[in-house]
């Protein structure tokens, strides 16, 4: 479909070509979403999620930006002005774990790092995409889906209490703009995952952390990230209409 097809809107998904955001890719791509898959480094695998959409006959856009580089997410958004239908939805998946550490141990350099991607990077992409999709900007409404953690509620005390701090962060900042944009045509929810199988473990240094923690589960398995995903794209979609500043924890009783 072309782009200027007024019946097609688009969703950024930040982070959208590995893991929960991968998944939400694809499953946008099958509701009916042009997808813009955004990725920082790793092109080949935004160009295979991009390529399967395609191959099924949707329409996708995968588009290099750092979230923590305000710069960058400008012209992001200049590209999918440009390229791709309308934005009609942004799911705030991009977000980054550090390795194990005490707060005793942390340095500036990594809390920086932190809140620039998980916080900084969310705000900023709802920002401009509150600009696009707000009636008060001639927009014409919209839904964002931030990703959040179970971390926010557990702390994380002795690994990642910066990662459970940026994710806290974000659940106020979900409720704060749903109130904020409330009237304004846009809906703004928020998912907390827990333990579920994707690449973020090995980035954290405990790719191991899925066997070890699984008895400890409430239903004894890690989630999917296909499982996340349908949340997050049922709180995107119309059948959620009437939801707005909620938080849905996808994290099997965790």
């Known amino acids: ?144 889906v931030n990703v959040s953690s179970v971390a926010a509620r557990l702390g994380s005390p002795g690994l990642y209490v910066d990662y459970a701090a940026s994710k806290a962060a974000i659940d106020t900042f979900t409720h704060g703009l749903a109130l904020e944009v409330a009237a304004e045509g846009i809906r703004v929810n928020a998912v907390r995952p827990g333990i579920i199988e994707t690449e973020i473990h090995a980035s954290g240094g405990q790719a191991d952390r899925v066997r070890q923690i699984t008895p400890q589960l409430p239903m004894k398995r890690a989630g999917s990230a296909d499982e996340v995903a349908q949340g997050i794209v049922w709180l995107l979609s119309g059948a959620a209409s009437y939801v707005t500043g909620s938080i849905l924890d996808v994290s099997g009783g965790r």
């Not at 991968?22 to 009916?32: D, I, K, T, V």
């Not at 991009?50 to 590209?79: C, N, P």
């Not at 005490?102 to 990077?121: C, E, Y």
């Open 1 to 144: 479909m072309k782009s200027d097809d007024r019946t097609l809107r688009t969703v950024l998904v930040t982070g959208g070509g590995r893991g929960i955001g991968a998944a939400c890719s694809r499953l946008c791509a099958e509701q009916g979403w042009a997808v813009a898959v955004n990725y920082t480094s790793d092109a080949a695998a935004a160009r295979s999620v991009v390529a399967q959409i395609r191959a099924s006959g949707g329409t996708a856009l995968d588009v290099q930006a750092d979230v923590a580089d305000e710069a960058q997410v400008l012209a992001m958004f200049a590209t999918l002005d440009r390229d791709m239908p309308r934005l009609g939805g942004l799911i705030n998946n991009a977000g980054v774990v550090d390795r194990g550490s005490r707060v005793d141990a942390m340095s500036v350099a990594r809390l920086q790092r932190m809140f620039a991607i998980n916080v900084f990077g969310s705000f900023v992409c709802a920002r401009e995409a509150v600009k696009r999709m707000s009636t008060a900007h001639g927009g014409p409404g919209g839904s964002i």
